[in-house]
């Protein structure tokens, strides 16, 4: 069955540091691969998507994530974290044809002043 | 501006009332979608609609119906709520076209429905 595994249900961070949330995907064939975020009260935003080509791509507020093959992962980093960062992330994955997201159960990121 | 918008907000109602929860996209996707969200923050799809037509129907209690009067819109009539139903309800849309697609899905702002 194809699945979505976000392994940190909670994150702290201190401000300025840097992050990494952690994404694995189990699927037939790679699908494209999401990041979303949700502030508190607020819908899900989207940060960056992979499809296909360079495995390093570039999202918005400064986010990047690694696309690898052979770990079945799709991490997202940021290399210094501001306290408007503070939210939860959905690590998130479609087949192409299936037209519906398979989500992770999210990363609850905590920054601390 | 709003690209896709659900009203209401915020839905407080009593069990065993029937409500329903409208969304509308002005991107010209023609695919929608309902998620429920709970309160652990797990998303799940419930239905997918392309071009008005059902493609998408997960185990979902039958007292859930959409409606999708034509492609900008979707909305969500639930019967008989339960206490159960307590969620966040979000709408999404996308431009999928035929056979494969990687567009992504836009969020609306989700609907608190909360039974008492």
């Not at chain 1, 990041?35 to 390093?56: I, R």
């Not at chain 1, 980093?77 to 087949?95: G, I, L, T």
Request: hydrophobic share 30%; glycine share 8%; with cysteine.
């Amino acid at each position: 069955a194809q699945s979505v595994t976000q392994p940190d249900i909670h994150i702290t961070v201190s401000e300025g540091a840097s992050l990494e949330l952690r994404c694995n995907y189990s699927y037939g064939a790679t699908p494209y691969l999401f990041w979303y975020v949700q502030s508190p009260g607020q819908g899900l935003q989207l940060l960056l998507k992979y499809f296909s080509g360079d495995t390093l791509v570039q999202g918005i507020k400064g986010f990047e994530a690694e696309f690898k093959r052979s770990q079945s992962s799709f991490n997202l980093r940021k290399p210094s974290v501001h306290w408007s960062d503070a939210a939860e992330y959905f690590c998130a994955a479609h087949s192409g044809s299936a037209r519906q997201l398979t989500f992770g159960s999210g990363t609850q990121l905590t920054v601390l002043p | 501006d709003t690209a896709v918008s659900q009203t209401p907000k915020y839905l407080v109602t009593q069990m065993g009332n029937d409500k329903s929860i409208k969304c509308e996209q002005n991107l010209g996707h023609d695919t929608m979608y309902w998620y429920k969200q709970d309160s652990k923050k797990f998303l799940k799809i419930m239905f997918s609609y392309n071009n008005k037509e059902l493609i998408i129907n997960e185990t979902v209690p039958n007292r859930f119906s959409p409606k999708s009067p034509d492609k900008a819109h979707l909305n969500l009539h639930i019967n008989s709520l339960e206490l159960g139903d307590s969620a966040v309800y979000f709408c999404a849309s996308s431009q999928e076209g035929r056979g494969r697609s990687n567009q992504p899905q836009h969020f609306g702002d989700g609907t608190r429905l909360s039974i008492l």
